[in-house]
C-alpha cells in the first residue's frame, strides 16, 4: 500500500488571559484573531500579585473576592477540559504570589487591599501535589505589603521582603506547612536586615537561588546559606553615566538572564508625575554588566519580556506610546529603542497635577518569552492593543465585554515559552 503522509497538526496560537479585576471576569482568547475560547464569570483577580507561569503551561492567579489560588490551564479547553484546573483557598487581600521553580511549593502574601492600612499579616503556604492533594496552610507574620519568593531544592524556602523595617525573612515550606490550625505565628528560620524601609520590587534567579529586592539604595542580593541568607553586595541604580532615582519593580529576562527595572526620578510631588523621568535599567546576571537607557517622562512601571525584545508602557499627557527594547543578546551587547509605537489616548487617562494611580484608567503589558507579540490594555475602554514586536508594527485590537477599568491585567502565554524560569507573579 502507498505511504500515505498524514500533516501534523498546527500548533495552537499564542493565548492572551485579560482580567478585569473590577467588573470580575477572566477572558482568554486566541491572538491575534482575539477568538474566545472561554471565559470565566465573577472572578476578581489580584491586579498586584499578578499571573504566575508554572511549569506545563499552568497559570497561577488568585481571586481576591473568593480567596482562591486559581490554577489555570490556558490550553484546556482545546480538549473540552476546563480552563480552572484546580482552586485551593489562600488568605486575600493577596499582595505577592511565588513559586518554587518546580512549581510544587508556592506562597501567597497579603497586603492593604482597599483599606487604608495594613490589618493582616497572613501567609499563605500551598503544596500543589502533597500526598492526599493540594493543601494549604495559613500562619501569621508581620502585617505590611511584604514580597515573596520561594527558594527551591531539597527544603525549599520562603523568602518575605518586609519594609519598616526592612528585613528579610526565610521560612522553611515544610514548617509552614506542618503549622497548627487559627493561624498560629510564624518564627523565621533566619533573618537578614536591609538598610532601607521602601523596598519594592523582587525577583529570583533559579540558577543561582539568589533573591533580589529593589530598594532605594539599590537592589539588595542574598544568597541561600542553609536555610539562612546571606548578604552580597547590593547593584547601584547609576549606571552608563546616569544617576538618580530608583527603580520599583524587578523582573527576571530568562531568555537572556537579565534583570530588568525602570528607574524613576525627577519631582517627589505625584501631581508631577508627566515630568517624572524613566530609564530602562538591566543587569546581566552572569557578567555582572549593569547599564541604563532613557525612555522618556511621565508614568512607565512595569515591563514585558519577548523572545527578541523588551517592552514598556509610558503615560504621559503629550500622548501614550509603547517602547520596544532590543534585547542584547551577546557579550558587549547593550539594549536599544527599536520602536516608539502610539497608544490610542485614555479618555479617563491620569492629568497633570493629579496623581497617576487614584482614580484614573491605566495600561498593563503582557508578553510570552518564547514569541514576538505584545499586548497592551487600553483602561476604561475594554480594548487590548496587540503589537509585533519584530515588525514593530500594531497586528490587531481586541475588544472584551467589560471597560477594564484601572487598566485590567494581562498574561500572554505561547506553547513551551519557558515563562516560569521566572518564578514570581507579574
Not at 484546573?85 to 510544587?104: K, S, W, Y
Not at 518586609?162 to 533566619?190: I, K, N, Q, T, V
Not at 526620578?265 to 505625584?270: I, K, Q, S, V
Not at 500594531?394 to 500572554?412: I, K, W, Y
Request: charged share 20%; hydrophobic share 40%.
Amino acid at each position: 500500500m502507498p505511504h500515505v503522509h498524514h500533516p501534523s497538526p498546527a500548533p495552537p496560537p499564542p493565548r492572551l488571559l485579560v482580567s478585569d479585576h473590577v467588573a470580575g471576569r477572566v477572558s482568554l482568547l486566541d491572538l491575534p484573531d482575539g477568538t474566545e475560547r472561554a471565559a470565566l464569570e465573577h472572578r476578581h483577580l489580584s491586579e498586584h500579585a499578578g499571573f504566575l507561569a508554572l511549569p506545563g503551561g499552568l497559570v497561577a492567579c488568585v481571586d481576591d473576592r473568593a480567596g482562591e489560588l486559581l490554577v489555570l490551564d490556558p490550553y484546556g479547553p482545546d480538549t473540552a477540559g476546563p480552563l480552572v484546573r484546580r482552586r485551593i483557598p489562600v488568605a486575600i487581600p493577596a499582595e505577592h504570589l511565588a513559586a518554587a521553580p518546580d512549581g510544587r511549593r508556592l506562597a501567597v502574601t497579603t497586603g492593604l487591599g482597599r483599606n487604608e492600612e495594613a490589618w493582616t499579616g497572613l501567609l499563605t503556604a500551598v503544596d500543589l501535589d502533597a500526598p492526599d492533594g493540594a493543601v494549604a496552610v495559613r500562619v501569621r507574620g508581620r502585617s505590611g505589603e511584604p514580597g515573596v519568593t520561594v527558594l527551591g531544592g531539597p527544603s525549599p524556602l520562603v523568602v518575605l521582603r518586609h519594609r519598616e523595617p526592612g528585613e528579610l525573612l526565610a521560612h522553611r515550606h515544610r514548617d509552614l506547612m506542618a503549622a497548627a490550625p487559627a493561624c498560629p505565628p510564624a518564627e523565621p528560620a533566619g533573618r537578614i536586615a536591609l538598610p532601607d524601609d521602601d523596598g519594592h520590587g523582587d525577583a529570583h534567579d533559579p540558577v543561582t537561588g539568589r533573591v533580589f529586592a529593589a530598594a532605594g539604595s539599590g537592589v539588595h542580593r542574598t544568597r541561600r546559606t542553609g536555610d539562612g541568607l546571606t548578604a552580597e553586595p547590593p547593584l547601584p541604580w547609576p549606571a552608563d553615566g546616569r544617576s538618580g532615582g530608583r527603580g520599583y519593580y524587578l523582573r527576571l529576562d530568562p531568555v537572556r538572564r537579565l534583570l530588568w527595572s525602570c528607574v524613576r526620578g525627577g519631582p517627589g510631588d505625584p501631581g508631577q508625575w508627566p515630568d517624572w523621568t524613566n530609564d530602562a535599567w538591566w543587569h546581566h546576571l552572569d557578567s555582572g554588566v549593569t547599564g541604563r537607557l532613557e525612555l522618556g517622562p511621565g508614568l512607565v512601571f512595569r515591563l514585558a519580556v519577548t523572545a527578541r525584545h523588551i517592552a514598556y508602557s509610558r503615560v504621559h499627557p503629550d500622548g501614550d506610546e509603547l517602547i520596544v527594547l532590543t534585547a542584547p543578546t551577546g557579550a558587549g551587547a547593550r539594549p536599544r529603542v527599536a520602536a516608539r509605537l502610539p497608544l490610542p489616548a485614555m479618555s479617563g487617562a491620569p492629568r497633570r497635577g493629579g496623581t497617576p494611580w487614584d482614580g484614573v484608567q491605566r495600561r498593563a503589558v503582557a508578553a510570552s518569552p518564547g514569541g514576538g507579540l505584545i499586548a497592551v490594555s487600553r483602561g476604561g475602554h475594554g480594548e487590548v492593543h496587540v503589537f509585533d514586536a519584530d515588525r514593530a508594527a500594531q497586528v490587531a485590537t481586541l475588544t472584551v465585554p467589560t471597560p477594564l477599568d484601572d487598566g485590567g491585567h494581562l498574561a500572554l502565554v505561547t506553547p513551551g515559552d519557558g515563562a516560569h524560569a521566572d518564578p514570581v507573579g507579574r
